[in-house]
């Protein structure tokens, strides 16, 4: 997926783990590491989301030379790589583009789907990519789908998590507390590390394929890296925000046994 997941769920998280840790945390100590560790990647997601929604708008009022749509673009693209089991399908909302290797579906927003602006071939590609990858056995792909079922688990809990801190503050279950939500925290930091190879990989697949098959010329790509380029930047956002987060609770864990 290239802009779904990261942006929405990792910010979505930004709040709970806010809550989490101060409540989790107490005293002055806790609310000097929120300043330390959560403003900053906070600060740092959120000029993520506003790159990446600029640039995409940018290049989304970019028409391609060759006016082939995003759908056709990633058919393309998967055709190239021998893929004729995936079905292209539209899907409603902006920027929900993904790719399903359970259903084998790679879904397109309604603007990438029938689009043909640099960003909508940019984004398409991309998702061809993924099914690239899921054809090829990529490893980082395959160790990402296998952490999907522990991801999920961790972030259902963490909301409950979050929800006892607000009545619990102090004593042994607080503790407790605190070692479930880093637990939580490892699983989701390890699913964004890994996440980052599958990203960059499916966007150099991209980048390439659009070129190899003529659908854009060199100089139309420099709108499709920018879009893709941006696009990133959730992803090693997502990442530091994670890795901050469970630097910040295992240095709560350490302040309590002072």
């Known amino acids: 997926m290239l802009f779904g997941f990261c942006g929405g769920m990792e910010i979505g998280n930004f709040m709970s783990i806010d809550t989490l840790a101060i409540y989790l945390g107490g005293g002055g100590g806790s609310i000097m590491g929120y300043f330390i560790f959560i403003v900053p990647t906070f600060i740092l997601a959120m000029w993520a989301q506003s790159k990446v929604s600029s640039t995409y708008n ?17 058919a393309a693209v998967m055709r190239s790589a021998g893929i004729s089991d995936v079905k292209i399908i539209q899907v409603r909302g902006h920027l ?8 084998k579906k790679l879904a397109l927003s309604e603007e990438n789907y029938r689009g043909s602006s640099l960003a909508a ?10 099914a690239v990858q899921h054809k090829i056995g990529y490893g980082a792909l395959k160790a990402r789908m296998a952490l999907v ?9 963490l909301p409950f998590v979050m929800i006892g801190s607000f009545f619990i503050i102090g004593g042994a279950f607080s503790l407790t507390l605190l070692k479930l939500g880093i637990l939580c925290y490892v699983v989701l930091t390890l699913f964004q590390l890994i996440t980052l190879p599958v990203e960059y990989d499916a966007s150099a697949r991209a980048k390439k ?21 941006a696009a990133a930047l959730t992803y090693v956002a997502a990442f530091v925000s994670s890795l901050s987060y469970l630097i910040y609770l295992l240095s709560m864990l350490g302040g309590s046994r002072d």
């Open 209 to 229: 394929e659009l070129v190899t098959l003529g659908i854009l010329g060199n100089d139309e790509m420099v709108g499709v890296e920018k879009t893709l380029n």
């Open 121 to 130: 071939l940019g984004v398409a590609a991309h998702e061809a990519g993924h």
């Open 58 to 74: 940018k290049y989304a009022r970019v028409p391609s030379r060759g006016r082939i749509t995003g759908a056709e673009a990633a």
């Open 149 to 157: 079922p522990i991801t999920n688990i961790a972030s259902s809990v």
């Open 96 to 103: 929900t583009d993904h790719y399903d290797p359970i259903g």
